[in-house]
């Protein structure tokens, strides 16, 4: 069987109604240069540092050396890598770029606003818009899930976080 | 004499009263995150870690001892009851806890694995208080020459059995080594890698990171699998064995305690591994192997006895040598060296409070976990009943509040998200992420030691065969990677090894 043949058998098998699995051709390949971009961001200012030698090792000798391995492990990933299965189109979408934007937003609306009000909206719009409660359930959630967060983390167990 | 005077040492701390309150808190918190579908002991430690920092580190590390079993035996219920595995291990558990669960006799299935889990992490803990001491004091004997080979040898391991193909689990202890040299350099006071920015200047934090790389992104990964609600949960009976349950369960009890303690030893040899081997054996053993895959309890108790005596077991070589062998002991290392304890040969002569105050909380925490954890049984399932996409929202607020509270730092926020998208992302192109966690840890060890190898030999790389005890460790270090990769070889040729890479199993 080929890849293409492999994959559909294995879509099967897994019973997914309605998921839409895609063979991502030069899978990784794709990722094998996004490594090699990783190493060569890590190894410019690595050769700037104080490189030593064996027998006084400077601060760029590690960071360098694992820069090289890093790409040398990149160029055979590129060589040998194959096709990667991925769960392509899915009714899940929606909900994982709900979660996504949620986690997006928490850092900036928590400097701004503070923990109380930031922990409200990320529930109030998680539950809206995956669990599908009313607005009211949505909004009483929200609001009572927030506070007990807080009691129980920053009263209770006395974690640093700023209310507002 | 000196194990039973640090052993009563270790009592008189762990039974303080507040430390009896924090495990039996950890075991109760672990086991209701760990029964969460999906998250993982890993993701689940990494959520829960932050709730120990205001503790002082022997307390700290007692509750996350608790948390760590709770986790574990938390994930045997989803396993058992909905034939959902929480992580890789409870993988096993599926294979007989489901048909047991559907045959009526979940409250069976669900006690023998607390009751041999019990006998499995009792044996484990014995060993581990007779074996740890010897071999810590071993291990203050070795330089850094030895202590960098052990922890490369313990990082080529995990690499070498992870999940997928091993050039990749190799990138990503690579990323995992760079990420943990981001910051200022112990040796010169030179910062690198962290482009100018102040924030960078203090290094990557251990929490952001493993919220994010595993909390996080799994929650990305099952939000696309849009996990509607967890499904019918089978009846549960009475949660006790049968006499004759335990009399067929005996034997295999005590086979697995053995086989899962040594195989906890190993670098990447807990979880799904000791299950794995322990299952097996059990099948050749075993007077009805036809039973096996429709409901054996031999089968399941073997697994599961193996599973707890090899989490516990994975403790000597974190407390004695200072290589934790996966992923969520790398997170207990991170915990500690944030209290300003280093585990290695000198934790039990400089902390000897924390070395057997640990130990002793294992005893009362597998005793906590049976006796608790029982009769509670019937609570935790309910938790099952409410949907995922109620509580997965509470759980990402609960983890952003524990890497805030790590150093007061929004930055840390935008860390722990990048590092959730970046295993998302990972995790969806089949990269095993657990490299990339025990590499970060072992990382300021591996080049701390080789740094000072190197000063001591003058340059000279011989310094790690000249030396008899690094020579020996990394024959045996070289034999066993040697194995690990004529096995894969062999799986190849047998064509056990799908080309298709598997679905990403959870860490």
């Not at chain 2, 000072?452 to 020579?471: A, K, N, Q, V, Y």
Request: charged share 10%; hydrophobic share 55%; with cysteine.
């Amino acid at each position: 069987m080929n890849t293409h043949e492999r994959t559909q058998s294995w879509r099967a098998n897994r019973g997914r109604r309605a998921a839409s699995w895609l063979v991502l051709r030069h899978g990784d390949r794709i990722i094998a240069v996004f490594m090699m971009a990783i190493a060569v961001t890590a190894l410019i200012p690595s050769l700037q540092q104080p490189f030593g030698s064996l027998s006084e090792p400077g601060p760029g000798l590690w960071t360098v050396a694992l820069s090289v391995v890093m790409g040398a492990l990149s160029i055979l990933l590129l060589i040998f890598g194959r096709d990667v299965p991925i769960l392509g189109k899915t009714e899940g979408r929606r909900d994982l770029l709900a979660y996504a934007a949620a986690m997006f937003v928490f850092a900036p609306l928590y400097s701004l606003l503070g923990f109380l009000p930031t922990a409200a909206v990320i529930l109030f719009g998680l539950v809206r818009l995956i669990a599908h409660a009313r607005i009211i359930s949505s909004v009483i959630t929200a609001v009572i899930g927030a506070a007990a967060v807080y009691l129980v983390f920053a009263v209770g167990l006395a974690l640093p976080l700023r209310a507002f | 004499m000196e194990i039973l005077d640090g052993l009563s040492l270790g009592f008189q701390v762990a039974f303080e009263p507040m430390n009896l309150v924090y495990v039996t808190l950890g075991v109760m918190l672990g086991t209701v995150v760990g029964l969460l579908p999906g998250l993982g002991p890993t993701a689940s430690i990494a959520v829960l870690l932050p709730v120990t920092f205001q503790m002082p580190p022997e307390s700290a590390i007692i509750m996350l001892a608790g948390i760590y079993y709770g986790c574990m035996y938390g994930g045997r219920i989803p396993a058992i009851l909905l034939n959902v595995p929480g992580d890789a291990s409870s993988v096993v558990t599926t294979l007989d806890g489901y048909p047991l669960a559907k045959q009526g006799r979940a409250g069976a299935a669900l006690g023998i694995t607390a009751y041999g889990s019990f006998i499995g992490g009792t044996i484990a803990i014995v060993g581990l208080t007779l074996f740890a001491p010897v071999l810590a004091a071993f291990a203050s004997r070795i330089g850094p020459p030895e202590n960098m080979v052990l922890a490369l040898g313990g990082l080529l391991l995990v690499t070498l059995i992870s999940n997928g193909p091993t050039l990749k689990a190799l990138l990503m202890a690579v990323l995992g080594l760079l990420l943990a040299s981001i910051g200022i350099d112990a040796f010169s006071g030179n910062p690198r890698l962290t482009f100018g920015s102040l924030d960078m200047a203090s290094g990557i934090d251990i929490i952001p990171l493993a919220v994010g790389l595993f909390g996080f992104s799994e929650i990305l990964f099952l939000a696309e699998k849009k996990l509607g609600s967890f499904g019918k949960i089978s009846k549960l009976s009475s949660v006790y064995p049968t006499k004759e349950d335990l009399k067929v369960t005996a034997n295999p009890i005590l086979r697995s305690s053995i086989i899962g303690f040594f195989i906890g030893l190993i670098p990447g040899g807990g979880g799904s591994l000791s299950s794995i081997v322990s299952y097996g054996a059990q099948k050749r053993f075993s007077k009805h192997p036809e039973k096996f895959g429709k409901g054996a309890i031999d089968g399941l108790a073997a697994t599961e006895t193996a599973d707890n005596a090899s989490s516990n077991s994975a403790f000597i070589p974190l407390l004695t040598l200072g290589l934790p062998p996966n992923s969520v002991l790398a997170l207990l290392f991170g915990v500690l060296l944030i209290n300003n304890v280093t585990p290695g040969p000198q934790l039990i002569e400089n902390h000897p409070e924390i070395f057997w105050g640990v130990i002793a909380s294992m005893y009362i925490g597998n005793i906590i976990l049976l006796v608790f954890n029982l009769p509670l049984i019937g609570v935790f399932v309910k938790l099952l009943k409410i949907p995922p996409v109620f509580l997965f929202p509470f759980v990402i607020v609960i983890a952003y509040c524990g890497v805030y509270s790590a150093n007061n730092s929004v930055f840390d926020l935008v860390l722990a998200t990048g590092f959730g998208f970046l295993g998302y992302a990972l995790k969806k192109f089949r990269f095993d992420l657990t490299p990339v966690i025990l590499a970060f840890i072992l990382g300021p060890m591996l080049e701390g030691q080789f740094r000072r190898s190197m000063l001591m030999s003058d340059g000279s790389l011989g310094i790690f065969i000249e030396r008899p005890g690094s020579m020996v460790i990394v024959l045996v270090i070289a034999l066993s990677i040697l194995f690990a990769i004529a096995s894969g070889i062999v799986s190849r040729v047998r064509g056990k090894k799908l080309l298709t890479v598997p679905e990403p199993v959870d860490t």
